[in-house]
Every structure is written in structure tokens, then in C-alpha cells.
């Protein structure tokens, strides 16, 4: 939504929006960004505000761009991120799902996580 004033967001071929947890996360403390010579590096730490924001806020202002949206899925363990890749699921208009298991920045989960399967809408 941050760039609708600045592009229109159906000319894009699709977006990933951020990642999203089954509780609300607050991330990491500050300073969490250092600019470097050759760019940035960042530890954010997955802040979002949980699976029943996406659902109530989120998903009704993006849910009619005529783009592909696909959502991105974090957890500490297999089964969180099972309950928000279902409860993602359950959303029409989002054709794809994103599985965020390599957040080293994060003090569960992310690091080493077996694939899993999410299965597709019927």
C-alpha cells in the first residue's frame, strides 16, 4: 500500500508482502540498520503485527489489485508455520505462498527447518 501514490501497483507482475507470523513479533531492538560502503545490512527480526492483522487489515486493502500477491510466511516451529500457511490458504487472490526459513536473525526457527508441504486451494 506504501507505493500506490507511486506506481500503479496492477502494473506490477507481482508483490510479496512482508512476512507474517501467527503472533504479533516487535522485532529487534534498535539500531537494527547500518548503512556500510556497499549498501546496508539489516536485523529487523520479522516484526509484524500476526496472522489476525493480515487477515482483518492487510488482505481486505490488497486483495483486489489485479496483480499476483503472494505471501510471506515466517514461524519458530513446523506447526506455526503450518497454522499461518492455512489460515493464508483460506484467502482467495493469493496464488502463492513464500516460506521464510532462512532468518538467521532471529533467535528461533529460520536457521534449519525441514521442507513442508502446504497443500494448494481447491
Request: with cysteine; glycine share 8%; charged share 20%.
Amino acid at each position: 500500500m506504501e507505493y500506490s501514490d507511486l506506481i500503479d501497483i496492477n502494473r506490477l507482475g507481482g508483490i510479496v508482502v512482508k512476512a507474517t507470523t501467527a503472533q504479533p513479533r516487535q522485532g529487534n531492538p534498535y539500531p537494527r540498520m547500518a548503512e556500510t560502503s556497499m549498501g546496508m545490512l539489516n536485523a529487523v527480526g520479522l516484526q509484524n503485527k500476526g496472522i489476525d492483522y493480515f487477515v482483518k487489515e492487510i488482505y481486505p486493502a490488497i486483495k483486489f489489485f489485479k496483480t499476483n500477491i503472494i505471501a510471506n510466511v515466517s514461524g519458530s516451529t513446523i506447526e506455526e508455520y503450518i497454522a499461518v500457511a492455512e489460515r493464508i490458504n483460506e484467502l482467495e487472490n493469493i496464488p502463492a505462498i513464500e516460506l521464510n526459513i532462512s532468518c538467521p536473525n532471529v533467535k528461533q526457527g529460520g536457521m534449519a527447518l525441514e521442507l513442508i508441504a502446504i497443500p494448494q486451494k481447491r
